[in-house]
């Protein structure tokens, strides 16, 4: 399994960045897709989900409202849309996966993608 995280960069606070993670090497289906970040001094938190199988999303707190997570089956990529970027929002994205349908259980995601960094000034 390989996901591979692209789209990170600098954004001045307010603005937006798509953050893209192409999924390649398994045939299954249905599945659950997350988006993790990790930003200075914080642990890992997962921030959205989508379950692949569905329509269903979950967002955190944190971003509910200004991030949306979406899928493209044939392209076999998931797209976190972030709008009104803060500096507290700076950090190393991942995606990952998990092989269930309870994406909002994020100790159950096994791959995962080395990251893209993003920048909120």
């Known amino acids: 399994v390989q996901l591979v995280e692209s789209g990170g960069g600098s954004v001045q606070a307010g603005g937006s960045l798509r953050l893209s993670c192409v999924v390649s090497g398994f045939t299954y289906s249905s599945y659950c897709m997350a988006w993790f970040r990790q930003t200075p001094g914080n642990e890992r938190e997962g921030i959205a989900s989508?379950?692949?199988?569905?329509?269903?999303?979950f967002y955190a707190d944190s971003v509910k409202g200004r991030f949306t997570v979406s899928l493209d089956n044939r392209k076999n990529t998931v797209y976190l849309q972030m709008n009104s970027l803060r500096p507290d929002d700076s950090g190393m994205y991942y995606c990952a996966l998990a092989w269930g349908s309870v994406c909002e259980a994020w100790s159950g995601y096994t791959e995962w993608g080395r990251g893209t960094q993003v920048t909120v000034s």
């Open positions: 989508i379950f692949t199988g569905g329509v269903s999303t």
